[in-house]
T-cell receptor, first 117, second 110 residues
Framework: GAGVSQSPRYKVTKRGQDVALRCDPI?????LYWYRQALGQGPEFLTYFNYEAQQDKSGLPNDRFSAERPEGSISTLTIQRTEQRDSAMYRC???????????????FGPGTRLTVT | LAKTTQPISMDSYEGQEVNITCSHN???????ITWYQQFPSQGPRFIIQ???TKVTNEVASLFIPADRKSSTLSLPRVSLSDTAVYYC???????????FGAGTRLTVKP
C-alpha cells in the first residue's frame, strides 16, 4: 500500500514568512510523529499525536512551531515567522499505535527540505 | 529517558560480519530495544526490535544480555549497500520517550 507522504518535498521561503508542511500518514495508523533532521545528525523529535490528540510537544523549539491533526489523519506542521536557523529536513512518521507491548515500528516519509533565505 | 551510547563510526569490508554495540545503562523494565537504518537522503527504516536474549530476522540479529544494559546489532556478510547510519533506540509502546541519537555511521568498503 501507499507509504507516508509529505508535501512539499522542497520549500524555499524568505525569512519572516510562515510555512505549512503537510504529512499524510499510512491509512489506519494511529500515531503520527514530526522530526527535524540537520545534516549529519539524527532525527530530532518535535511532537507526536495519537489520533487527533497531541500527546507530546516537548520537542517543539519555541512557540513559532505548532502542529495539528484535526481529524486524526493528515497533519500539518506550521512554522511562523521563519528564521534561517529553521532550515532543515522535516520528517514525518506514522505507526500503528498503542495496544501491544513493545515500541511500534515507525514508517518515515521522504521529508520536506526547508530552506529559509 | 533511557540514554543510548553508540560508536560514532565503523568501517568494514564486503562479506564481513559487523557488530554494532549500543549501551543503555538505565534501561527500564518495560523498555524495548529498537534499531533503525538510514540511507542518505532517505528517512530511517526499522530493522529489528527485541526485549531480551536474541532476535533474528531476514536482515539482522539482535543480541541482548541478561542485564539488558547493552545490545548488539549483528549484520551478517555486509555488502556495499549496507553503508548507512544505524540508530539504537530504547522505549516503550507509546513511543513518547523514543529519541534518536547521533547513530553509528557504517562504511562498507570493497
Amino acid at each position: 500500500g501507499a507509504g507516508v507522504s509529505q508535501s512539499p518535498r522542497y520549500k524555499v521561503t524568505k525569512r519572516g514568512q510562515d510555512v505549512a508542511l503537510r504529512c499524510d500518514p499510512i491509512s489506519g495508523h494511529v500515531s503520527l510523529y514530526w522530526y527535524r533532521q540537520a545534516l549529519g545528525q539524527g532525527p530530532e523529535f518535535l511532537t507526536y499525536f495519537n489520533y487527533e490528540a497531541q500527546q507530546d510537544k516537548s520537542g517543539l523549539p519555541n512557540d513559532r512551531f505548532s502542529a495539528e491533526r484535526p481529524e486524526g489523519s493528515i497533519s500539518t506542521l506550521t512554522i511562523q515567522r521563519t528564521e534561517q536557523r529553521d532550515s532543515a529536513m522535516y520528517r514525518c512518521a506514522s505507526s500503528l499505535g498503542s495496544g501491544r507491548r513493545g515500541a511500534y515500528e515507525q514508517y518515515f516519509g521522504p521529508g520536506t527540505r526547508l530552506t529559509v533565505t | 529517558l533511557a540514554k543510548t551510547t553508540q560508536p560514532i563510526s565503523m568501517d568494514s569490508y564486503e562479506g564481513q560480519e559487523v557488530n554494532i554495540t549500543c549501551s543503555h545503562n538505565n534501561i527500564a523494565t518495560n523498555d524495548y530495544i529498537t534499531w533503525y537504518q538510514q540511507f542518505p537522503s532517505q528517512g530511517p527504516r526499522f530493522i529489528i526490535q527485541g526485549y531480551k536474549t536474541k532476535v533474528t530476522n531476514e536482515v539482522a540479529s539482535l543480541f541482548i544480555p541478561a542485564d539488558r544494559k547493552s545490545s548488539t546489532l549483528s549484520l551478517p556478510r555486509v555488502s556495499l549497500s549496507d553503508t548507512a547510519v544505524y540508530y539504537c533506540l530504547v522505549g516503550v509502546y507509546n513511543n513518547n520517550d523514543m529519541r534518536f541519537g547521533a547513530g553509528t555511521r557504517l562504511t562498507v568498503k570493497p
